[in-house]
């Protein structure tokens, strides 16, 4: 069962989901807050249910490059990932203001944007703590915040950062990952990855990116889980769960 709903509906219809007896994939975030999404994790756990979150940027081919190039950079000392767009251009024809990303209590950058938290800690581990800020600074009109900056520490040392916005005219994702054998950027409009070696002229790679695709890979993934094969891109409910984690603390320095 696909549970698609906007955010705050997701807790009570992945529960209906489970009284029938049924799997599910619940599209990001898991629930609008982390406290919701423990709970969540919890019901599935204890009725048995095998229960993903649609994070589907796991399924970008070009992110899989990163992550298969990212063992050549050595110890990492510095990441640093960025969504930024224009909320208005996101639905053309549709009413921005109206709908759950303008609302403060399910929407915002931090639960609409929460792909780029989700990979960075697929990617480099999820954090035991991590801090941030997030601010309405009043451009669109919305209740919900308009744009954020999340920080966590690195497992083996070093720091990431994330920036988030509504605000960009020019939209821009991606990636830099700093080590001590070079820097590695993903341009995730593009679908290219750059390796910057500290010697020796840089090298560019590009995988065509389809969103399509992407959400078609997950369902395929999704259906193959509930016949027992096991793809590790999917987002498991503790993911989830250490998502809205980051979020929560994030929203903490909401101004």
Same mark, same amino acid.
């Given at each position: 069962? =696909? =549970?698609? %709903?906007? &955010?705050?509906?997701?807790? /009570?219809?992945?529960?209906?989901?489970?009284? !029938?007896?049924? *799997? =599910?994939l619940v599209e990001? @975030?898991?629930a609008p807050d982390a406290a919701q999404g423990r709970r969540l994790a919890d019901s599935a756990k204890r009725q048995g249910r095998r229960a993903y979150v649609a994070c589907v940027m796991r399924f970008s081919p070009s992110l899989a490059?990163?992550?298969? +190039?990212? @063992?050549?950079?050595?110890?990492?000392?510095?990441? +640093?990932?960025?969504?930024?767009?224009?909320? @208005?251009d996101w639905r053309p024809g549709r009413d921005y203001k109206a709908g759950y990303s303008a609302d403060a209590a399910q929407g915002g950058v931090l639960r609409d944007l929460v792909h780029e938290v989700d990979y960075c800690g697929w990617l480099f581990g999820f954090p035991a703590q991590a801090t941030g800020s997030a601010a309405n600074l009043g451009r669109l009109g919305?209740?919900?915040?308009?744009?954020?900056?999340?920080?966590?520490?690195? @497992?083996?040392?070093? &720091? !990431? %950062?994330?920036?988030? *916005?509504?605000? &960009?005219?020019?939209?821009?994702?991606?990636? =830099?990952?700093d080590g001590e054998r070079g820097t590695l950027s993903w341009n995730a409009m593009t679908g290219t990855v750059t390796l910057t070696p500290l010697s020796g002229p840089a090298r560019s790679d590009s995988r065509a990116e389809d969103v399509d695709?992407?959400?078609?890979?997950?369902?395929? /993934?999704?259906?193959?889980?509930? *016949?027992? +094969?096991?793809?590790?891109r999917l987002a498991s409910f503790e993911d989830g769960v250490k998502a809205l984690n980051v979020l929560d603390a994030a929203r903490k320095g909401l101004a």
């Open positions: 069962c =696909v =549970v698609a %709903s906007e &955010t705050a509906r997701h807790a /009570a219809d992945a529960e209906a989901a489970f009284a !029938l007896g049924l *799997d =599910v990001k @975030p898991l490059l990163l992550k298969e +190039r990212l @063992p050549e950079l050595g110890a990492l000392h510095a990441v +640093r990932a960025e969504c930024r767009s224009y909320l @208005p919305i209740q919900a915040e308009e744009a954020a900056e999340i920080l966590w520490n690195l @497992p083996g040392g070093g &720091t !990431l %950062s994330i920036g988030l *916005d509504y605000l &960009t005219r020019r939209a821009r994702r991606g990636l =830099v990952a695709a992407r959400f078609l890979a997950q369902a395929t /993934a999704f259906l193959g889980e509930l *016949d027992g +094969r096991r793809d590790e």
